[in-house]
């Protein structure tokens, strides 16, 4: 199944070929859809399912596909459908948390080109780009870039300049962000409903920037992940709301959990210092030193200030390792 047997980009937004200085419809055969099977039991399936589909590129011709690492995290099988219609088996190479980004490997040769990386880093807001999946032109959306700042995600994630555009892609995961020479300058993360600070809102969606693929790029293709030392993870889901930062969830048997911070605790401080962001909370964690180590946190709970300490853990230690074939 295509994507595009379940949506189509209105062909007045579809990119015109005759306006672009590179070959559109070789750039697009670059895309491959991407399936995904997670086992029942694995840590994420709860949350982001047990099968998964979305988009990937072709970044080198021995069949290494860059894709978001939420498609491709715990998967026990991966499959590829290609632009001619064929099924390629693929594995997990590997997934970086920072930064989001995941690495399969096609086990069959690929018939499609490679698609050549650019750099994100010379956008401005108002800049042309096309956000692409499987599927030719009906697949692909002309956009622009709305802002560039930073993006803290509720599961413990901060990009310190993430790639907004619009309008919104429907099918947005592991999409290419392409630029107007037809290089991969980002992949689709997330659909967003955004309200820059001082400017209108707007429906669109958030691009991880290529360029903060490069510094670990041959760390996932050796180690399957960053060969720094893991950053300390606590499994909470937490949440910005009147200017406080809410727990609104708990990763099963998590560090959080275990130290008995709760759903609805009111997050007011990271070792004696105040918090009232995401970003800012995070950094403060992770500052701390490397997983394992004890985060002081001083949390509202029914009126009454709570200090409570966390012990950190490393969040690969919970999900299950790629299987190589």
Request: glycine residues 10%; proline residues 7%.
């Amino acid at each position: 199944m295509r994507p595009t047997d379940n949506f189509r980009i209105d062909p007045e937004l579809q990119p015109d070929p005759d306006r672009l200085a590179f070959d559109l419809d070789r750039a697009l055969s670059s895309l491959v859809l991407v399936h995904s099977k997670i086992p029942e039991q694995g840590f994420t399936a709860p949350t982001l399912g047990a099968e998964r589909t979305g988009h990937g590129v072709l970044i080198r011709e021995d069949g290494l596909i860059l894709t978001i690492g939420y498609l491709i995290v715990e998967a026990e099988t991966v499959w590829l459908l290609d632009n001619h219609g064929d099924a390629i088996p693929a594995h997990v190479v590997g997934y970086d948390q920072e930064t989001g980004f995941g690495l399969v490997q096609a086990l069959n040769p690929l018939n499609i080109p490679v698609m050549e990386i650019g750099s994100s880093d010379v956008f401005e807001p108002g800049d042309m780009v096309i956000l692409a999946g499987h599927g030719g032109r009906e697949a692909a959306i002309s956009a622009h870039v709305v802002t560039k700042q930073e993006f803290a995600g509720y599961w413990e994630y901060v990009l310190d300049e993430a790639i907004f555009t619009a309008p919104p892609h429907p099918f947005w995961g592991g999409a290419a962000l392409i630029d107007p020479a037809g290089k991969l300058v980002g992949i689709g993360s997330l659909f967003v409903q955004h309200n820059p600070k001082d400017e209108t809102p707007f429906d669109g969606n958030m691009i991880v920037p290529i360029d903060i693929l490069k510094p670990v790029f041959e760390d996932i293709v050796m180690y399957g992940r960053s060969s720094q030392s893991p950053r300390p993870w606590l499994g909470m889901i937490t949440a910005e709301a009147a200017g406080k930062i809410v727990v609104a969830g708990l990763a099963d048997g998590g560090p959080a959990e275990q130290a008995d911070l709760r759903v609805g605790d009111l997050i007011v401080g990271i070792n004696g210092v105040p918090v009232v962001e995401l970003a800012a909370m995070f950094r403060r964690i992770w500052a701390l030193g490397d997983a394992g180590i004890d985060v002081p946190m001083t949390v509202y709970r029914d009126g009454d200030a709570v200090n409570i300490q966390v012990r950190s853990a490393d969040r690969a230690d919970f999900l299950i390792s790629p299987r190589l074939h």
